[in-house]
């Protein structure tokens, strides 16, 4: 995990704030992700970066922006935040190639909107 | 389109038994397979993999996963369970085609493992 990091780790806001979320990693890795999760529904992914000039949607982007700064930052931002987005929000880090496909996870950030 | 189920919310063993963990996938090319686990608090921390070659994969902790291609599962399964081991676990997959780049994760499978 800590090759992956995710500031904050937890945070509380008011519905209809402007909320950022970080993500950070020294594994060299191009690809990054965000996914949030909910109970009973696993992971679902929000956006994906294959380099800092390649952004995609996931399968549920709608509510969320992300900004990749460089290669081994990506930002979630939540523009205007609602109750329905109060999740565990979880960064990963893949490398491209074959050599290896599996992710690498941050330790989540865990947050409420009120 | 790629989709992972995992059938089982909850799976309860008693320490010493074995365990499988089960899961089913759905994906266009050739799947690349993944099992995950999360322990409180913390992320996904990846346990093994299945991408080509031998259908029996071994990964970390005593960990090891069948993939059986005409039933499309990759069961997670251990010969003899800790009460470590007691965990959240998911299952992935990714289309193992030039165009497959995401990953589609099941809901998870919630193990204990009795003392």
């Known amino acids: 995990d800590a090759d992956v990091t995710q500031t904050p780790r937890n945070r509380i806001t008011k519905t209809g704030k402007r909320i950022m979320l970080e993500c950070s990693q020294t594994?060299?890795?191009?690809?990054m992700y965000w996914y949030r999760q909910d109970p009973g529904l696993g992971l679902r992914l929000i956006y994906y970066s294959f380099d800092v000039k390649d952004i995609n949607k996931g399968e549920i982007s709608d509510g969320y922006s992300v900004s990749r700064q460089a290669q081994a930052k990506f930002s979630l931002s939540l523009e205007s935040a609602i109750p329905n987005q109060t999740a565990l929000y979880f960064c990963?880090?893949?490398?491209?190639?074959?050599?290896?496909?599996?992710?690498?996870f941050g330790p989540g950030t865990r947050l409420t909107v009120t | 389109a790629q989709s992972v189920a995992q059938p089982e919310d909850q799976v309860n063993v008693a320490e010493g038994n074995p365990l499988t963990v089960k899961c089913t996938y759905s994906?266009?090319?050739?799947?690349?397979l993944f099992w995950y686990v999360q322990y409180p608090n913390r992320g996904l921390q990846f346990l093994l993999k299945?991408?080509?070659?031998?259908?029996l994969v071994k990964g970390s902790y005593g960990f090891e996963a069948e993939f059986n291609k005409s039933q499309t599962s990759f069961h997670l399964k251990k010969p003899s369970a800790l009460v470590s081991d007691s965990a959240l676990y998911f299952c992935a997959v990714r289309d193992g085609t030039n165009t497959g780049n995401q990953f589609y994760f099941g809901t998870g499978t919630s193990l204990t493992v009795i003392p």
């Open positions: 990963a880090t893949s490398a491209s190639g074959t050599a290896s496909y599996e992710q690498y």
């Open positions: 594994k060299g890795h191009d690809r």
């Open positions: 994906v266009s090319g050739n799947p690349y």
């Open positions: 299945y991408i080509t070659g031998d259908n």
